[in-house]
T-cell receptor, first 113, second 114 residues
């Protein structure tokens, strides 16, 4: 049951450059999409979200793009910093009573100094 | 910044034993969740809890699992008879109900069943 897919297990980027993390989804019932960041020995931390009625949301160095027709979203980090090195989870939430969130498998980002 | 607190950070138990994982969610949040992450795998939804009852649960959350909010502050996950395959990180999360803002997760409890 892979409703949210992150096909790249890892990504390596030079400090100062752009990091682009990708995500695909299959469930048309998802109406909110989120990105979480996770450091070792910690729980996931919410980063940024986007509603399905938008195609872009920006917060500082982080921008999320949503392409509904392709069922694809991406997270851009510009400029990338060594402290951004972490696992990034794409997540999606359908409008259901419990508002559960379904997570992708994660992409490990390495930002090299 | 308000936090979600989970105890213990690590629990080792024998197969067949009962375990209770504890969480203190953020006080003004309305929705509470348990997720788990088996080593190397994805973060999986177990159960959501709202208004003192389960609102949704996954196939993983079978009769061996239960949740409670006994005193208005603690939120617990009980596994009645643990199996080896229950070994995982268990994360508690709470959410204030704003869909543009994600959950706040605790740091997790690492459960090891031997």
């Amino acid at each position: 049951d892979q409703q949210v897919k992150q096909n790249s297990p890892s990504l390596s980027v030079q400090e100062g450059r752009i990091s682009i993390l990708n995500c695909d989804y299959t469930n048309s019932m998802f109406d909110y999409f989120l990105w979480y960041k996770k450091y070792p020995a910690e729980g996931p931390t919410f980063l940024i979200s986007i509603s399905s009625i938008k195609d872009k949301n920006e917060d500082g160095r982080f921008t999320v793009f949503l392409n509904k027709s392709a069922k694809h979203l991406s997270l851009h980090i510009v400029p990338s910093q060594p402290g951004d090195s972490a696992v990034y989870f794409c997540a999606a939430s359908p409008y259901t009573g419990g508002f559960k969130t379904i997570f992708g498998a994660g992409t490990r980002l390495f930002v090299k100094a | 910044e308000p936090e979600v607190t989970q105890t213990p950070s690590h629990q080792v138990t024998q197969m067949g034993q009962e375990v209770i994982l504890r969480c203190v969610p953020i006080s003004n949040h309305l929705y509470f969740y348990w997720y788990r992450q088996i080593l190397g795998q994805k973060v999986e939804f177990l159960v959501s809890f709202y208004n003192n009852e389960i609102s949704e649960k996954s196939e993983i959350f079978d009769d061996q699992f239960s949740v409670e909010r006994p005193d208005g502050s603690n939120f617990t996950l009980k596994i009645r008879s643990t199996k080896l395959e229950d070994s995982a990180m268990y994360f508690c999360a709470s959410w204030r109900g704003d869909r543009l803002y994600g959950y706040t997760f605790g740091s997790g409890t690492r459960l090891t069943v031997v």
